[in-house]
């Protein structure tokens, strides 16, 4: 079959609604329990065959995104043995916050190469070597994410929340707020969340992000952020993604989400701020 002649695909946010530290391995990386989300605010990749590999980033997040083989959507690329292609990488999610822009990009870059060049996907977990948070991104819906990141199972949707992200502008570097962790063995998440709204929302609060105090220590820049989130009326839980430094707020209400973003930007006119549906 010929192939098509682009392919196009969303690489939305994601967000760690929590994300509980269980243990370290032996070569250093931490095993995780995680209830993943995605958001409907998202980078966009195109692809299209051409002589040669290629990259080029635009959009309001460009500044700083490295566009040559250090990008992890050109390694991602690499990774499956695509023949050359150009792809074009449109930043709108700030870089190094916490809510996997780049993991989204090469996972939303995977996708793309594989409707272009007609070949199934490959298994999640064969993407771990482009980064923990890559197997989640490639088929962006609400799950339990275990393992060092590797280990994905369906949770069977959440209520209708709307989310509020916030970033105030300050770039947490991963491997730095693993190290400040106080402590690596923590219970896991309680089981998993009810289906409804407000019962939700209860479950989602008794449990924890464990890298929030670290990631607090390495960047009192969030402190301010999470208390933001935390004013703001119809706000049912306020926590940090990831490795920070992006906080979030949940909303039952898209009005209620807007009205929060609106009520923040006012005061603090120089942060990130985006709200959507979750996906
Ligand atoms: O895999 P990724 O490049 O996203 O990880 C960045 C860093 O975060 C790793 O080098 C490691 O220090 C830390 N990490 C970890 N355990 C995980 C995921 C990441 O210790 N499960």
């Given at each position: 079959?010929?192939?098509?002649?682009k392919?196009?695909?969303?690489?939305?946010?994601?967000?760690?609604?929590?994300l509980?530290?269980?243990?370290?391995?032996?070569?250093?990386?931490?095993?995780?329990?995680?209830?993943?989300?995605?958001?409907?605010?998202s980078?966009?990749v195109?692809?299209?065959?051409?002589?040669?590999?290629?990259?080029?980033?635009s959009?309001?997040?460009?500044?700083?995104?490295?566009?040559?083989?250090?990008?992890l959507?050109?390694?991602?690329a690499?990774?499956l043995?695509?023949?050359?292609?150009a792809?074009?990488?449109e930043?709108?999610?700030?870089?190094?916050?916490?809510?996997?822009g780049?993991?989204?990009?090469?996972a939303?870059v995977?996708r793309?190469?594989?409707?272009?060049?007609?070949?199934?996907?490959?298994e999640?977990?064969?993407?771990?070597?482009?980064?923990?948070?890559?197997?989640?991104?490639?088929a962006?819906?609400?799950?339990?994410?275990?393992?060092?990141?590797?280990?994905?199972?369906?949770v069977?949707?959440?209520?209708?929340?709307?989310?509020?992200?916030?970033?105030?502008?300050?770039?947490v570097?991963?491997p730095a707020?693993?190290?400040?962790l106080?402590?690596?063995?923590?219970?896991?998440?309680d089981g998993?969340?009810?289906?409804?709204?407000?019962?939700?929302?209860?479950?989602?609060?008794?449990?924890?992000?464990?890298?929030?105090?670290?990631?607090?220590?390495?960047?009192?820049?969030?402190?301010?952020?999470?208390?933001?989130?935390?004013?703001?009326p119809?706000?049912?839980?306020?926590?940090?993604?990831?490795?920070?430094?992006?906080?979030f707020?949940?909303?039952e209400?898209?009005?209620?989400?807007a009205?929060?973003?609106?009520?923040?930007?006012?005061a603090?006119?120089?942060?990130?701020l985006?709200?959507?549906p979750?996906?």
């Open positions: 079959m010929e192939p098509t002649a392919a196009t695909e969303a690489a939305p946010a994601k967000v760690n609604l929590t509980h530290v269980t243990g370290r391995r032996a070569d250093g990386y931490h095993l995780l329990d995680s209830l993943v989300a995605f958001v409907g605010i980078d966009k195109t692809v299209a065959p051409a002589d040669r590999m290629a990259l080029a980033v959009g309001p997040r460009a500044a700083g995104v490295p566009a040559d083989a250090r990008n959507v050109w390694k991602a690499e990774l043995g695509t023949p050359p292609v792809i074009a990488l930043k709108t999610l700030p870089a190094a916050a916490g809510i996997g780049g993991s989204s990009d090469a939303a995977v793309a190469l594989s409707r272009l060049w007609d070949r199934p996907l490959p999640a977990r064969t993407l771990l070597p482009l980064g923990a948070d890559v197997p989640v991104c490639l962006p819906q609400s799950v339990r994410m275990q393992g060092v990141g590797e280990e994905i199972s369906p069977g949707g959440l209520p209708p929340f709307w989310i509020l992200l916030a970033n105030p502008g300050v770039e570097p991963t707020v693993f190290k400040a106080v402590s690596r063995d923590n219970p896991p998440m998993l969340p009810p289906k409804e709204a407000a019962a939700c929302l209860a479950w989602l609060r008794a449990q924890r992000n464990d890298l929030e105090p670290a990631a607090l220590s390495v960047e009192p820049a969030i402190a301010p952020v999470l208390a933001a989130l935390a004013g703001q119809g706000c049912g839980l306020t926590r940090m993604s990831g490795s920070g430094a992006t906080c707020g949940l909303f209400s898209e009005v209620a989400a009205a929060a973003r609106a009520s923040i930007a006012r603090e006119p120089g942060w990130w985006a709200a959507g979750l996906l």
